[in-house]
């Protein structure tokens, strides 16, 4: 069996990226790519590569349930990354990952919610260790 332990996103700007992925979600930096349009963040158990796209590429933003791909993310206290996600003035677009429920930003969703990184990527917030099928959290 493969297992997942390496994902890349292309980002129009890696540095907002990465004070997202660090600043709201939590995912730590380990170092630059010695070629400089790239880095290495880690959520402890995988390696999450940010990759600076060329200046004079153009990629669509596709709407939530359109998009080319998302991904999860499991956090132990939904009420700060709530606040984290606030404060950065990030868009989130669902008040629960399955339902995909409408959003009211004044009430912090009871278990999950989509929101958008700097380059309209969804991801997925859950505090339920068991909202994937499959998904082991050890």
Same mark, same amino acid.
Request: net charge negative.
């Given at each position: 069996?493969? +297992? +997942?332990?390496?994902?890349? +996103?292309?980002?129009a700007?890696?540095?907002a990226?990465?004070?997202?992925?660090?600043?709201?979600?939590?995912?730590r930096?380990i170092?630059?790519? &010695?070629? %400089?349009? &790239?880095?290495?963040?880690?959520?402890?158990?995988?390696?999450?590569?940010?990759? #600076? #796209?060329?200046g004079?590429?153009?990629?669509?933003?596709?709407?939530?349930?359109?998009?080319?791909i998302?991904? %999860?993310?499991?956090v132990d206290d939904?009420?700060?990354?709530?606040?984290?996600?606030?404060?950065?003035?990030?868009e989130v677009?669902?008040?629960?990952?399955?339902e995909?429920?409408?959003v009211?930003?004044?009430?912090?969703?009871?278990?999950?919610?989509?929101v +958008?990184?700097?380059? %309209?990527?969804?991801?997925d917030?859950?505090?339920?260790?068991?909202?994937?099928?499959?998904?082991?959290?050890d």
């Amino acid at each position: 069996m493969g +297992l +997942l332990r390496h994902l890349a +996103l292309r980002c129009a700007d890696m540095e907002a990226s990465r004070r997202f992925y660090e600043d709201v979600i939590g995912w730590r930096f380990i170092s630059r790519r &010695a070629h %400089g349009d &790239a880095l290495d963040m880690s959520d402890g158990t995988n390696n999450i590569t940010l990759i #600076q #796209q060329p200046g004079d590429s153009n990629r669509p933003r596709l709407e939530e349930g359109n998009e080319y791909i998302h991904f %999860g993310v499991v956090v132990d206290d939904l009420d700060a990354t709530w606040s984290r996600v606030l404060d950065w003035g990030a868009e989130v677009v669902r008040e629960n990952v399955k339902e995909r429920n409408p959003v009211d930003p004044d009430v912090r969703p009871p278990v999950s919610f989509k929101v +958008l990184d700097p380059d %309209g990527n969804i991801v997925d917030v859950t505090c339920d260790r068991s909202e994937w099928v499959g998904a082991r959290m050890d």
